[in-house]
């Protein structure tokens, strides 16, 4: 919800986290992923670009064609502070793998809030 919606609440910074499933290191497959995720994080939890404080976006080892943010520049996010990363290479961990650390405004409460993981890569968090 934006700053434009119910003003009865208490804006605070919120964290949502997403993950995604890369199909190959290209740099069209990293943008597509990354795409589709920041959509799908946007939508459930009600999300306007200008209540995204920051994004933080890592990347699997086995990911380095392309930095993840191109793709939320190419939706608009010009503005907005991005970061990329890459994970610590743990054996056992997915592989191709890209996860989004977004900190928006919101009325939204802790409980309220929908990470979104998408396909194999709801097996990171199946606590959720």
Do not use: W
């Amino acid at each position: 919800m934006s700053r434009k919606g119910n003003m009865a609440g208490e804006y605070k910074t919120r964290g949502i986290r997403g993950a995604n499933c890369v199909v190959e290191n290209t740099t069209e497959s990293i943008l597509g992923a990354t795409r589709t995720l920041l959509e799908e994080m946007l939508k459930t939890n009600q999300t306007e670009m200008e209540d995204i404080v920051s994004i933080h976006f890592t990347l699997t080892p086995d990911l380095n064609a392309a930095f993840p943010a191109e793709a939320a520049r190419k939706l608009g996010l010009k503005l907005t502070p991005l970061l990329c990363m890459q994970e610590i290479d743990v054996p056992t961990s997915l592989p191709k793998v890209v996860r989004i650390l977004m900190l928006v405004n919101t009325i939204r409460s802790l409980e309220e809030i929908n990470h979104v993981f998408i396909g194999e890569a709801k097996a990171l968090r199946d606590d959720l």
